[in-house]
């Protein structure tokens, strides 16, 4: 099924993949409204921390001047790492939506749970699988080019 913000973490996949970078794309809803989005670019900054939720992470809380995204809705297109799940944990973001599941290091159910309900002082609410056979298209087809 269709979802037009997952549509637009897609867009941001696209964008890395044309860069080189491995296709992970997010966004950042609040009350409605994408107000940040982003795109994986480590290679670009040499930088292991620029995933695209880290990225999509700083650039809302400086729309939002606060370092508290509750309200806020994070889309990305596979499933986030230990990182990002720490990222979206203390940025109290209030649902994660992701669409591939990544079973070489997902955090959020396929390798390990940190959003795991009272393992932490915060805990997003979790929807999975969202547009997943798009998003895992993408991953295929680059990791094939690689090849």
């Known amino acids: 099924m269709k979802n037009p913000y ?4 897609i867009i941001e996949a696209k964008k ?3 860069l080189g970078e491995v296709p992970v794309g997010a966004i950042m809803v609040y009350k409605g409204d994408i107000i940040a989005r982003a795109h994986n670019l480590r290679e670009k900054y040499n930088n292991a921390l620029a995933h695209a939720e880290i990225l999509v992470i700083y650039e809302a809380c400086k729309k939002l001047n606060t370092w508290r995204l509750d309200g806020c809705d994070l889309y990305v297109t596979l499933e986030p790492c230990p990182m990002c799940a720490g990222a979206i944990i203390n940025s109290r973001i209030n649902a994660v939506y992701f669409g591939a599941y990544d079973s070489k290091g997902g955090a959020c159910g396929s390798v390990v749970d940190l ?8 805990s997003p609410v ?3 699988g969202i547009m997943e ?7 295929r087809e680059f990791f094939r080019k690689l090849r």
């Open 115 to 122: 959003f795991k309900k009272g393992s932490f002082n915060h």
């Open 6 to 9: 997952m549509e637009q973490a």
């Open 133 to 139: 056979d798009t998003c895992e298209e993408l991953l």
């Open 126 to 128: 979790l929807y999975s």
């Open 16 to 18: 890395a993949f044309e």
